[in-house]
């Protein structure tokens, strides 16, 4: 049987095997830890806290400012030795609480557990937001706002992304075979709440361990273990919903308009966590891994851990790193050093050698209109790309450039070796800037 | 035989006097210095200018129109003839050029991340306000390179722009351009100049650059009317910079730099002065 998927998309070795026979370790808390304020899509909290201050596990550290946005907690017990500016991945210094742990790890009471059966759809959101889980696949979308949507909107599909299509990642793949019931959990949770009629968990047809053991699990429930075809941006949230439903999500909307809702299988979990037993989002699984480190792992990491300290536990480096990226090889964020925390986001640390990130010189577009075939969302990268590099921004937004979702395709089957997606991303960046002054 | 001469002799006679009539009463007046500068324009018609053809470029400068350094082809020397012809005196006092004021490169200059987007400043900055932690440094990306038509900027193979003395018209597109205004016009005799375009205070720069100005006064201290400090950084008079050289042994981070004597020696913009010197020399 032909495996479902979407059109267009690229096949990039998965590399997948240095870290996906590694069972999930507890990484040792470190010296210091470094809670960024602004982790997740939405507005930064604000920090609660002063210093000096005894805190202790899962305090909430900083309080959520708006609707879109979330507290942060303490990862551990401890003092608060600062709250200042701090290096961030996101390539600048931003407000941060600075946490010495004093080694007791004790929890804080701020959260009870509950029995979900006595909540009301409204009380388990509310918990979700106060414990601060956001999407755990990488853009650390609050997932209360997802789980709230406005009442026209009836949610009718649930999908579960299992896919991790990002090469070198397997922190999901383990999350699925080593806490199947933690992820039903906040499965059976999030349909409670969204009243989805059906509900589907799509994994990626190269991890059929996965498969079989979450449709093992899931005999006796409504729901749907679905294999979807290995391709690459396979885990988008709109690739997702068309390989699922066939729908599209309609230029600018949202998945919610077309009554279909997206969460990654690891915030499935950390709802379970949140609603069942009170405790906030303040770990995560993170792959550590690729040629420059020497023993890759599957780690289960605090929020706010260093970098350093990950490449520490994993058995330091073979060499010196030609590339430091957080999160996967085609949408990471590329790190200067080891300075930065973890974050929510930080679905995996990747470490590749200087002879693994070679750059190749540009040269002219021959047309071959290879990134017209790989791009997911059936743009026209070449000429968007041509257009935003002259600063045509009318132009470049006629050619919908604000439907791209960055997965770098194109950029990554050009023969040309043209930054495509830099140059979109830029032309995007531009609009948007434009936009804000206008309003202003 | 004799006819046909005679007759086509006539023709010949009253066309030629009739043509003779309509060019003077008909005449259309072409300014001189137009057809004068149509002589000077390479004759290219390359468009680089903005307009249709040199014809064009020549029409728009003699109606005051537009700049003199709008030909890239044409280079200095078109400028100099067309600054004859339009009764310019290309004075050294009212040349200006363009200097960038920064010094700090990838060795010297702390980086904030490890940037690998397009290959230009704006769009460099547009990413968490640029790779470098300075707010005001030099990128290095060579948009200003790129944008000028006099290929009068070179950069070093550490990521610094440096702009030739020698080849810098003063038309300001690297200005334009740059996202970060660490281009400034300055007078062409001035060769002193404060390479810092960092308005942090001194313990911050210090921090991230190890020859940024610091703002502590040295300089202003050692020669009060050549300098002015704002915001912590440092800035020539251009109007009184006779003994601005004075402090430049003083100065701590060794960002002051006089060009005509090429000191303090190592600077990063050791490139500029080597092979054009040019202004008041002591």
């Not at chain 1, 907690?73 to 609480?97: C, D, K, Q």
Request: one cysteine or more; charged letters at 20%; hydrophobic letters at 40%.
């Amino acid at each position: 049987m032909k495996l479902k998927t979407f059109t267009g998309g690229i096949h990039p070795p998965d590399n997948k095997q240095w870290s996906s026979h590694k069972a999930i370790e507890d990484c040792p808390l470190p010296a210091e830890f470094v809670v960024p304020l602004a982790q997740h899509i939405g507005a930064p909290s604000v920090a609660c806290v002063e210093v000096g201050q005894r805190v202790a596990r899962g305090q909430e550290i900083g309080s959520a400012k708006g609707f879109v946005s979330v507290p942060m907690h303490a990862p551990t017990s401890g003092e608060v030795i600062a709250v200042e500016n701090r290096p961030h991945p996101w390539g600048t210094s931003l407000p941060a609480v600075v946490i010495r742990p004093d080694g007791e790890d004790r929890w804080s009471t701020e959260l009870q557990p509950a029995d979900p059966s006595e909540l009301t759809p409204d009380e388990i959101v509310e918990r979700v937001r106060l414990a601060g889980v956001v999407g755990m696949g990488g853009a650390a979308f609050p997932a209360h706002v997802k789980m709230s949507p406005p009442p026209e909107k009836q949610i009718h599909t649930l999908i579960f992304n299992g896919i991790e299509c990002e090469p070198y990642l397997t922190a999901d793949h383990r999350m699925m075979l080593e806490e199947p019931e933690r992820i039903l959990q906040g499965v059976a949770l999030l349909q409670y709440v969204l009243g989805a009629e059906r509900v589907v968990i799509g994994i990626e047809a190269n991890k059929p361990d996965a498969i079989a053991l979450l449709k093992k699990h899931c005999l006796e429930t409504p729901v749907e273990v679905m294999s979807l075809e290995v391709k690459y941006p396979q885990g988008a949230e709109k690739q997702l919903i068309a390989a699922v439903t066939g729908l599209e999500v309609p230029s600018g909307g949202l998945p919610m308009d077309i009554g279909v809702a997206v969460h990654n299988v690891s915030t499935a979990a950390a709802i379970t966590d949140a609603v069942l037993h009170g405790r906030p989002l303040i770990e995560r699984v993170c792959t550590v891994t690729g040629p420059a480190i020497r023993e890759p792992k599957n780690l289960r990491i605090r929020i706010g851990t260093p970098l350093s300290h990950l490449v520490e536990v994993c058995g330091g480096l073979i060499e010196a790193p030609g590339k430091i990226i957080l999160g996967g090889p085609m949408m990471g964020f590329t790190q200067l050093g080891f300075d930065v925390p973890a974050t929510r986001g930080t679905s995996g640390l990747l470490l590749l050698r200087t002879e693994d990130v070679a750059l190749h010189a540009e040269s002219p577009c021959i047309r071959c209109a290879r990134c017209v075939q790989a791009c997911p969302i059936k743009l026209l990268p070449t000429t968007i790309a041509a257009y935003a590099r002259r600063d045509l921004l009318a132009e470049t937004a006629e050619y919908c450039v604000m439907d791209c979702i960055e997965c770098g395709s194109c950029s990554y089957v050009c023969p040309a070796t043209i930054p495509l997606v830099q140059a979109i991303r830029y032309g995007k960046a531009a609009i948007l800037a434009k936009k804000r002054s206008s309003q202003i | 035989m004799l006819a046909a001469i005679l007759s086509l002799g006539c023709i010949g006679m009253i066309a030629a006097i009739a043509l003779g009539f309509a060019a003077k009463k008909f005449a259309v007046y072409v300014d001189p210095r137009e057809l004068a500068i149509l002589e000077a324009l390479p004759g290219a018609n390359c468009g680089a200018c903005g307009f249709p053809g040199c014809a064009g470029y020549a029409k728009a400068l003699v109606a005051g129109s537009i700049d003199l350094n709008q030909c890239p082809p044409g280079g200095a020397d078109v400028v100099a003839k067309l600054a004859h012809i339009l009764g310019f005196e290309a004075s050294a006092a009212a040349r200006e050029i363009a200097v960038v004021l920064c010094q700090g490169d990838n060795r010297k200059a702390q980086l904030k991340y490890h940037y690998l987007g397009l290959e230009d400043c704006t769009a460099a900055q547009r990413i968490a306000d640029g790779p470098k932690v300075c707010p005001g440094g030099c990128l290095g990306l060579a948009s200003c390179q790129r944008v000028c038509p006099f290929d009068a900027i070179e950069m070093t193979a550490d990521g610094l722009a440096v702009i030739s003395r020698e080849k810098c018209t003063g038309c300001r597109k690297c200005i334009a351009v740059c996202p970060r205004k660490v281009i400034r016009m300055t007078p062409s005799e001035a060769t002193v100049h404060v390479l810092c375009n960092s308005h942090d205070k001194g313990a911050l720069v210090r921090k991230y650059c190890q020859i940024g100005c610091i703002g502590c006064n040295i300089c202003l201290k050692t020669v009060p009317d050549a300098y002015k400090i704002e915001n912590f950084l440092a800035e020539v008079v251009y109007e009184h910079d006779a003994e601005a050289n004075e402090a430049l042994p003083k100065c701590p981070t060794k960002c002051i730099r006089d060009f005509a004597t090429g000191y303090p020696e190592g600077s990063t913009q050791l490139l500029a002065s080597a092979s054009s010197m040019t202004g008041r020399q002591k």
